[in-house]
């Protein structure tokens, strides 16, 4: 089972990231607000930061084992404006964790939305997973929000996971089954 290269939604277009993308990369990453609630980010990112993720994930999609998308806008310049993925794909057990990240200037146009949905399309219809799941820390309510459109479910509250900005803070785990998924197709 692999991915497509490309997923063409209402508002957006995912595409693989190409080193090329590097510099729009670390235009949005280098800010603390856009990296504050990541996992994987890191503050202050690093200048050759976005060569080497843009690298790694090319290994990684071309095994199989995470799928990353630059999120460009539809009829606009073919830069990446953010990212998506499906990561800790889990084969034998058919289940995945997806998650996005949009640049700053972008925010609040429903664009993290679509990606959200178009991750989950890819997972449970292309992909034929049983299960998807996200991972959102509290204090990143709009994050929670897009989870919470697509139906997704609280499994748990894994405290006080991660050390982030001088305190310890606990990860909520959202999850969603295939057969909970076709029941919500409203965005
Ligand atoms: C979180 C993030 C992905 C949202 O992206 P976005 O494109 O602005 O999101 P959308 O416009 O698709 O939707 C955001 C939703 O959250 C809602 N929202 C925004 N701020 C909110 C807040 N403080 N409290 C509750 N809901 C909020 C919006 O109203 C919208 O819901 P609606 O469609 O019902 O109106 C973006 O802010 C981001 O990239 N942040 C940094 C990286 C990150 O945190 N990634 C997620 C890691 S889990």
């Not at 089972?1 to 235009?27: C, E, Q, S, W």
């Not at 949009?102 to 997973?129: D, N, P, R, S």
């Amino acid at each position: 089972m692999t991915a497509p290269d490309k997923i063409v939604g209402k508002h957006i277009i995912l595409r693989r990231f190409n080193h090329v993308d590097a510099p729009a990369v670390y235009d949005y990453a280098k800010l603390e607000e856009v990296s504050r609630w990541t996992i994987t980010m890191p503050h202050p990112y690093p200048k050759l930061g976005a060569l080497k993720f843009i690298m790694d994930a090319n290994i990684k999609f071309n095994k199989n084992r995470q799928y990353n998308y630059a999120i460009v806008l539809k009829g606009k310049r073919d830069e990446p404006i953010g990212g998506c993925s499906i990561h800790d794909i889990d084969w034998d057990n058919k289940n995945a964790y997806f998650g996005y990240v949009i640049g700053k200037k972008h925010w609040g146009k429903g664009y993290a939305t679509e990606a959200a949905g178009l991750m989950l399309e890819l997972g449970f219809k292309i992909l034929k997973l049983h299960k998807m799941a996200a991972n959102v820390f509290p204090e990143n309510p709009a994050s929670e929000r897009i989870l919470k459109k697509y139906g997704m479910i609280l499994e748990g509250v894994q405290r006080e996971r991660y050390y982030r900005r001088g305190a310890w803070r606990d990860l909520l785990s959202y999850g969603i089954l295939e057969k909970e998924y076709k029941k919500s197709t409203k965005y």
